[in-house]
C-alpha cells in the first residue's frame, strides 16, 4: 500500500504561502524604485521577499521568555558572573526596515538559578526578530532576564551597524552603534559595575 502525500507542482519544498495583497505590494515598490517587476529576474522576487519578512519577523510569533522557563538550582554554590559575549544577531530597523547587524553581550549575577547559557542568546534572537530601535531591544532583552531569573543584577550591551546610515542617508560604513541596560547590583555598585563592563571589554 503506497503512501500518497500532497504535492504542490509550484511549490514542491512546501515553502510558506505568500498573500497576493503582499505580493502586490512588493511590485508596487519595485515599480516606484524604477524597474519592471514583470522582467524575468524579477517575477518570483515578490514571494521571496514575502517569505524572508516572515523570518525575520519570526519573533512576533514567540514569546522571549519562555527560553527562560527550565532553570538550575543545583549549581554547586556558584553565585558569581554568568557572560555569553559577541552573540551575533540580525534586526531591522522600524524606520527605514534596513538591516541592523551587530553583536551582543548578556550577563546576569545569579541569586539562586541559572539557565542554559544558549537561552541567553535565544531571548536576543527573540526580540532581534523583530522590528526595532537599538535602545528597545537593548531594554528588552536585559528586563526579560530581570523579571525571570529574579538575579541580583543584569548587564546588556549591544554593539551594531545599521543599514540606514551605512546604506543611505549621511552612508557612514564602519561606525557602530553602543547601547547598554545595567539593573540591579551591575547599576547600584560601581566596583561591579566596572567588573563587569570590563569583561564584556568596555571598561
Avoid at 500500500?1 to 500532497?6: A, E, G, I, L, V
Wanted: net charge negative; with cysteine.
Amino acid at each position: 500500500m503506497s503512501c500518497q502525500h500532497d504535492h504542490d507542482e509550484e511549490n514542491p519544498l512546501g515553502k510558506p504561502d505568500v498573500p497576493e495583497h503582499v505580493q502586490d505590494a512588493i511590485r508596487t515598490l519595485i515599480t516606484w524604485a524604477g524597474d519592471d517587476p514583470a522582467r524575468e529576474g524579477l517575477l518570483d522576487t515578490p514571494k521571496r521577499v514575502g517569505r524572508a519578512w516572515l523570518e525575520y519577523c519570526q519573533g512576533y510569533a514567540e514569546d522571549p521568555a519562555i527560553h527562560l522557563s527550565r532553570q538550575f538550582e543545583e549549581v554547586g554554590g556558584y553565585d558569581e558572573l554568568v557572560m555569553l559575549k559577541d552573540i551575533p544577531f540580525q534586526s531591522h530597523c522600524e524606520h527605514h526596515l534596513a538591516p541592523i547587524t551587530g553583536k551582543a553581550a548578556i550577563a546576569y549575577m545569579p541569586r539562586d538559578r541559572v539557565v542554559g547559557i544558549s537561552k541567553l542568546a535565544r531571548v536576543l534572537h527573540g526580540y532581534a526578530r523583530r522590528l526595532q530601535i537599538q535602545e528597545r531591544l537593548t531594554a528588552e532583552v536585559a528586563k526579560c532576564i530581570w523579571d525571570n531569573l529574579e538575579p541580583h543584577g543584569v548587564a546588556v550591551v549591544i554593539e551594531a551597524e545599521h543599514g540606514c546610515m551605512t546604506g543611505r542617508g549621511v552612508r557612514t560604513p564602519g561606525v557602530s552603534m553602543i547601547t547598554s541596560r545595567l539593573l540591579g547590583c551591575f547599576l547600584d555598585d560601581p566596583r561591579s559595575r566596572k567588573e563587569v563592563l570590563g569583561l564584556m571589554g568596555y571598561g
